[in-house]
């Protein structure tokens, strides 16, 4: 079945370093990606994704690289602030039918930003 | 970006009692609408793809006969947990993604605010 790993699981940084978040999917018909953030009892945020004809994409300071042979993806946060302290989750998008994909999340980052 | 609304925000009940929660996307239609629960500290795991006018589809290890879905609507999918035990209790999610004409079809799944159930 369809597996997204994500690493590591809890990550410590102090402000104003940077931290990168990994992904592998399983599913080579995979073809869209999301990163989101979600913080403690609410509901996950997109931060940003990439779709599978595109190799990198940044957004300011957050930036996603894929790479489709080994079938994996990153996210990049530089000059972290305290307030980029949360959870984060990777996504894989299996196709259903049509335009419809169903999203399989890896299992978490907890992104700790010290002062 | 488009609106999920998911209700109730949270809800306690007896063990034994059935419990619906309700998923709306606002501002769009949703031929199909996905329901995850969450554990505390763990990922989103997907229960079901539920599709308006048809059955739903339920990931492996899910019972349907326990979480029934039903999407009676283009904007309104409803999850009914049934007999709920404590080992129900949990954060469940709903999303939903905007068809080719609405909102530049990015692909952004959208999340409503969640239903925390805790069943005693």
């Known amino acids: 079945g369809e597996n997204v790993e994500q690493h590591p699981s809890t990550l410590s940084v102090q402000e104003g370093d940077s931290a990168v978040i990994k992904c592998t999917y399983s599913?080579?018909?995979?073809?869209?990606f999301p990163w989101y953030k979600q913080e403690l009892g609410k509901r996950p945020q997109l931060i940003i994704d990439?779709?599978?004809?595109?190799g990198e994409k940044k957004d300011q300071r957050i930036a996603v690289t894929l790479n489709k042979t080994a079938k994996h993806f990153s996210l990049h946060i530089t000059e972290t602030q305290p307030e980029d302290s949360a959870v984060y989750f990777c996504?894989?998008?299996?196709?259903?039918?049509?335009?419809?994909?169903?999203?399989?999340f890896g299992q978490g980052t907890t992104l700790q930003v010290k002062p | 970006g488009a609106v999920v609304s998911q209700h109730p925000s949270w809800v306690i009940c007896k063990s034994g009692t059935s419990v619906k929660i309700e998923c709306r996307s606002l501002?769009?239609?949703?031929?199909?609408m996905f329901w995850y629960r969450q554990f505390p500290k763990q990922s989103l795991m997907l229960m079901a793809t539920?599709?308006?006018?048809?059955?739903?589809?339920?990931e492996q290890g899910v019972e349907k006969d326990k979480f029934l879905i039903n999407h009676a609507s283009l904007t309104l999918s409803t999850l009914t947990v049934t007999s709920a035990h404590p080992e129900d209790s949990s954060f469940y999610i709903c999303?939903?993604?905007?068809?080719?004409?609405?909102?530049?079809?990015?692909?952004?799944?959208?999340f409503g605010e969640g239903s925390r159930l805790t069943v005693l």
């Open positions: 999303s939903a993604r905007p068809g080719l004409a609405a909102f530049g079809n990015t692909g952004e799944l959208f």
């Open positions: 599913d080579s018909a995979s073809n869209y």
């Open positions: 990439i779709r599978s004809n595109v």
């Open positions: 996504a894989a998008s299996i196709r259903l039918s049509g335009n419809t994909g169903k999203l399989i």
């Open positions: 501002d769009f239609q949703a031929t199909t």
């Open positions: 539920s599709n308006e006018g048809s059955k739903a589809t339920y």
